[in-house]
Nanobody
Framework: QVQLVESGGGLVQAGGSLRLSCAAS????????MGWYRQAPGKQRELVAT???????NYADSVKGRFTTSRDNAKNTVYLQMNSLKPEDTAAYHC?????????????WGEGTLVTVSS
């Protein structure tokens, strides 16, 4: 059984920073792309950032220049460094990852961590 667990969310003032982590555990042979998505109250889930196995990154326009994603393959962990936070960044942040457990390849999601940015 593979699990993704996010951490690092919390309450921060506008202009502040937070660093989210997402650790994968369980029967893992390899991890392909990993990503961060967010869902604000009353809105659809949206892409924030992705990073492939080679470290290539992709960002939503709304976070470019403020957010940085990275990964530690030895720890099966992906990070999201969020700087210059704005109230509109308030959302539940979820990570996902394409993980092979041998004969099975599946996209897994974490439960999410809440980020609240006050003005």
């Amino acid at each position: 059984q593979v699990q993704l667990v996010e951490s690092g969310g919390g309450l921060v003032q506008a202009g502040g920073s937070l660093r989210l982590s997402c650790a994968a555990s369980g029967k893992i042979v390899s991890i392909n792309a990993m990503g961060w998505y967010r869902q604000a109250p009353g809105k659809q889930r949206e892409l924030v950032a992705t990073i492939n196995s080679g470290g290539r990154t992709n960002y939503a326009d709304s976070v470019k220049g403020r957010f940085t994603t990275s990964r530690d393959n030895a720890k099966n962990t992906v990070y999201l460094q969020m700087n210059s936070l704005k109230p509109e960044d308030t959302a539940a942040y979820h990570c996902n990852a394409g993980i092979s457990s041998g004969s099975v390849y599946q996209l897994y999601w974490g439960e999410g961590t809440l980020v609240t940015v006050s003005s």
